[in-house]
């Protein structure tokens, strides 16, 4: 459950005590570093319209300057707890259903150290445009579910409303069946989106059409530096070996590696 360290300093800060005016007991909320009237109101759904998360609404309660240095100082404080432990509202009807529900705070595993690492990483950096290809030569490790809590942490982050999921095989299959005049349309939405989830890059058949399209995809998300995830069971040098060498050149380049290791969490 979320709850705002910086809604904590403010109230913690503020001298709470009950007054009749006309009849009624009201509560009058003083500061405690200047002495003056301090008016506060926090809507925990006004928290997910920017990517302040709510924190501006706070400093904008602190009626003085020596408040609102002490809020400053935990607004990162303030949003990591945002992220970790909010249903972030973000659109992901092109995400598989399981994988909806899955936040920061999940990421608890022994095999997820090397994930929460870089993502945190990346989250102080602001997530400047890099991806991340997340692979296991097993199954099961939890990539696409970290996958998706990564998107939906950039996408809060960065105020984006949502992401865009493709999973490698069903892209093949269901862009082979497309009429001729949709086939640009999707390939379009992939090379343009702010933040895309490629899933199981390489699993499946490899065609010159899917190769192709995944290189137009690749080339043109990393020349625009705009943020690309991937999960695959192959290392980048599979990809090279098997896949393309120009479509691994440019994922090593745009993305951090993460390996996956660990037993099959499906089976247990």
């Given at each position: 459950?979320?709850?705002?360290?910086?809604?904590?300093?403010?109230?913690?800060?503020?001298?709470?005590?009950?007054?009749?005016?006309?009849?009624?007991?009201?509560?009058?909320?003083?500061c405690n570093f200047c002495g003056e009237p301090?008016?506060?109101?926090?809507?925990?759904?006004?928290?997910?319209?920017?990517?302040?998360?709510?924190?501006?609404?706070?400093?904008?309660?602190?009626?003085c300057d020596s408040m609102r240095n002490k809020l400053t100082e935990i607004r990162s404080e303030h949003v990591k707890e945002f992220l970790e432990y909010s249903i972030v509202l973000i659109d992901e009807l092109s995400t598989p259903l399981k994988y909806r529900r899955f936040r920061m705070a999940d990421l608890k595993g022994e095999q997820h150290k090397e994930a929460e690492v870089k993502?945190?990483?990346?989250?102080?950096?602001g997530f400047s445009g890099k991806g991340f290809y997340i692979y296991s030569a097993k199954n099961g490790t939890g990539k696409t579910a970290t996958a998706t809590i990564i998107c939906k942490t950039i996408c809060a982050y960065l105020g984006f409303k949502k992401y865009?999921?493709?999973?490698?095989?069903?892209?093949?299959?269901?862009?082979?069946?497309?009429?001729?005049e949709e086939k640009g349309g999707i390939i379009e939405k992939y090379k343009t989106c702010n933040v895309l989830l490629i899933d199981d890059l390489g699993k499946g058949r490899l065609t010159p059409s899917s190769i192709s399209n995944?290189?137009?995809?690749?080339?043109?998300?990393?020349?625009?530096?705009?943020?690309?995830?991937?999960?695959?069971?192959?290392?980048?040098?599979?990809?090279?070996?098997?896949?393309d060498s120009s479509v691994a050149s440019r994922i090593f380049e745009m993305t951090e590696i993460i390996e996956m290791s660990g037993k099959d969490l499906r089976l247990n």
């Open positions: 459950m979320f709850k705002s360290p910086a809604l904590k300093v403010l109230l913690d800060n503020v001298t709470t005590t009950k007054e009749n005016l006309l009849g009624h007991e009201v509560e009058k909320h003083t301090s008016y506060f109101d926090f809507k925990l759904h006004e928290a997910f319209k920017s990517n302040s998360f709510g924190f501006d609404s706070i400093l904008g309660s602190a009626c993502i945190r990483a990346s989250f102080k950096k865009e999921f493709v999973n490698y095989a069903d892209f093949v299959s269901d862009y082979e069946q497309l009429p001729f995944i290189y137009s995809i690749v080339n043109n998300r990393s020349n625009n530096e705009l943020i690309t995830i991937f999960t695959s069971n192959m290392s980048v040098a599979d990809i090279r070996k098997n896949f």
